[in-house]
């Protein structure tokens, strides 16, 4: 005999699958990171508006201010968009993880493009030089360089991490 009031029992799986933290911390992260990259740039611009030599600084270095406001507006964007991408991500929407997907790309084509413009510079502004005093700056810009690609190798292992199938299967 059975007791009637014994639930039914099931061929389902009633245990559940854990969400993955991973989308979470990675939004939280970009939230962060995004919030100081906004402030960074609305500082330099308001900076290169509100003093002059903050601008002519960098432009005798030789960068143009077409360059430096431009890199300035797409840092604020870019910023803008990681908030986007990281609200997404802390709700589990796997729009987040597309866009962060098209974010890497971007990031690692706008590394690229600036690395270039800068080295160019760079290379400008040490032809001036003596040769000496050329030798060891372009020396010293060799090292901050590799910074730069820093930055992009970073982003390209998150968007890899994200891109694993169970954290994919986290997210709706």
């Known amino acids: ?27 939280i992260i970009s939230l962060v990171l995004a919030g100081l990259g906004i402030l960074g740039a609305l500082a330099s611009i308001t900076m290169s508006f509100a003093m002059p ?27 803008s968009w990681a908030i986007f991408i ?32 800068t080295r160019n510079t760079i290379q400008n502004m040490f032809s001036e030089m003596k040769p000496e005093m050329a030798k060891a700056a372009e020396d010293l810009s060799s090292i901050s360089s590799a910074a730069v690609f820093i930055a992009p190798v970073i982003i390209i292992i998150v968007a890899l991490i994200l891109n694993q199938q169970q954290v994919k299967d986290s997210l709706s």
């Not at 799986?13 to 993955?20: H, T, V, W």
């Not at 030599?53 to 910023?79: H, P, R």
């Not at 987040?96 to 098209?102: C, I």
Request: charged share 15%.
């Open 1 to 27: 005999m059975s007791n009637p009031y014994t639930p039914p029992r099931s061929n389902v799986d009633n245990q559940l699958q854990e969400r993955s933290l991973i989308p979470k911390v990675i939004g």
């Open 53 to 79: 030599e903050f601008m002519q600084a960098q432009t005798k270095m030789g960068f143009s201010k077409n360059y430096i406001l431009g890199s300035n507006l797409v840092s604020l964007l870019t910023s």
């Open 86 to 117: 990281g609200i997404k991500l802390i709700k589990y929407l796997d729009i987040g993880r597309r866009h962060f997907n098209y974010y890497a790309i971007f990031a690692v084509c706008m590394s690229i493009f600036a690395f270039i413009y």
